[in-house]
Every structure is written in C-alpha cells, then in structure tokens.
C-alpha cells in the first residue's frame, strides 16, 4: 500500500508532532516524510532528526516582512518530500490566503480551543477569565481564516476551579496528543467523520 506523505510544520519543542510521528506505523495510511521548523534550532527538530525523520528549517527572521518569500521557501523545502498532507503543529507563523489556497483540502492544524471560540492567542487565559467550566483544542482544515476552517474533531476538558492558563494548558495539551493522530488517521484515509473526544 502507497501511504499518503505527511509533513509536520512545528516551530517549538514538537510534542504533537512526535504524538503524530507515533502514530503513523503499521495500519496507518500515511508516513512521516519531514519535519520543517520556521525557528533554527527549534527542540522539535532534534526529536524528530533523533527517530530518523527528514528534517529542514526556513528561518522566517531571514526574510523579514516578506512573507511570500519565506512561503516560497517553505515550498522549495518541502517540494522534494513531495508532501500529500501537511500538518501544522505548534506552528507559529500565519500563513498568507497564497500559501493556503496551494494547500487547501491538504492542510491540517490543532488550535488550544473549541473553535470558533477563541480563534488567536492566549486561548486558555480568555477561557478562564470568562468564567467557561469547558475548554479544549480542535483540528481543523486551514483556509485563508485564521483558525477558521472546517473543523475535523474536538476534544473537550473542564476547567476546574483555580486553574491557571498553565494548567489549563497542561490538560489541553494532553488531549491534543490524543485527538490530532485520531484526526490525522481519518484524514489520510478520506474519512471526514468528525472526531469528537472523550
Ligand atoms: C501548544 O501550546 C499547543 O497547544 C499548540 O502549540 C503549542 C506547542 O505545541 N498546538 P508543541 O508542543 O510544539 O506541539
């Protein structure tokens, strides 16, 4: 069987990519074909190099305001990977309506909250301050929206009593690493079911 070729955009430590690279053994429709970091020296590229991954990096300070130059970048990086998916995971950079239409259908990315609430940053700490007794991350495709595209699954936790945005964060986190392999699996095998956990 040919598996789909999936690489993994990080831009820290890669804790979900190393969740992702987990998963994709026997059955799994899809492989690993590399690990690309917008920051040099980023953690995720030394586990990832560590396991036998193909790893590259396009430092996004090199090209300042341009941004299609660094998308371009970033597409000569990938090209001989010959990607058919794309996961982003920790990445920290936004993409222009360019680089997401040469991708769309083929681009996946984990945001900490159950969109569309709390699209951006600093999702756990506007959880918090608006008192929600739920918080969570969701997989979703990427469009030209930020954290705006169809969403493929969701996992939910509570928020408990004197959380603080780092706690929060911690179960959030733990359940990203259960839910984008879940997705991940459906997507790379045309299954667009959503995946709803726990
Ligand atoms: C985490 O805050 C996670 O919620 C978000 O990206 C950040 C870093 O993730 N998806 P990772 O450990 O680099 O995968």
């Known amino acids: 069987m040919s598996h789909r070729r999936v690489a993994i ?6 804790s979900n990519m190393l969740a992702l690279v987990r998963s994709m053994t026997g059955a799994h429709p899809a492989r690993p074909c590399l690990v690309l970091s917008n920051v040099r020296g980023a953690g995720g590229l030394a586990r990832a190099a560590a396991l036998g991954i193909p790893v590259a ?8 305001a341009d941004r299609a130059g660094f998308e ?8 001989p990977h010959a990607p058919d998916i794309l996961c982003l995971a920790g990445f920290m950079r936004i993409l222009t309506p360019v680089f997401t239409a040469c991708w769309a ?7 900490p909250s159950l969109l569309p609430k709390y699209p951006g940053l600093h999702t ?3 959880a918090i301050a608006a ?13 030209a929206d930020l954290d705006a595209g169809p969403i493929l699954g969701q996992a939910r936790v509570p928020v408990l009593p004197g959380d603080t945005p780092e706690s929060l964060a911690a179960r959030v986190l733990e359940q990203e690493h259960r839910l984008y392999p879940a ?4 997507f790379a095998a045309d299954d667009r079911r959503p995946v709803l956990l726990p």
């Open 72 to 79: 371009a970048a970033l597409n000569d990086a990938l090209a």
């Open 57 to 64: 990096c396009v430092d996004h300070r090199s090209f300042g």
């Open 124 to 126: 756990h700490a506007r």
């Open 9 to 14: 955009l990080i831009s820290g430590g890669g």
């Open 183 to 186: 997705v991940l699996r459906r």
């Open 105 to 111: 259908g083929r681009m996946l990315n984990i945001h």
């Open 131 to 143: 008192g929600d007794r739920e918080a969570g991350c969701s997989v979703h495709e990427v469009t």
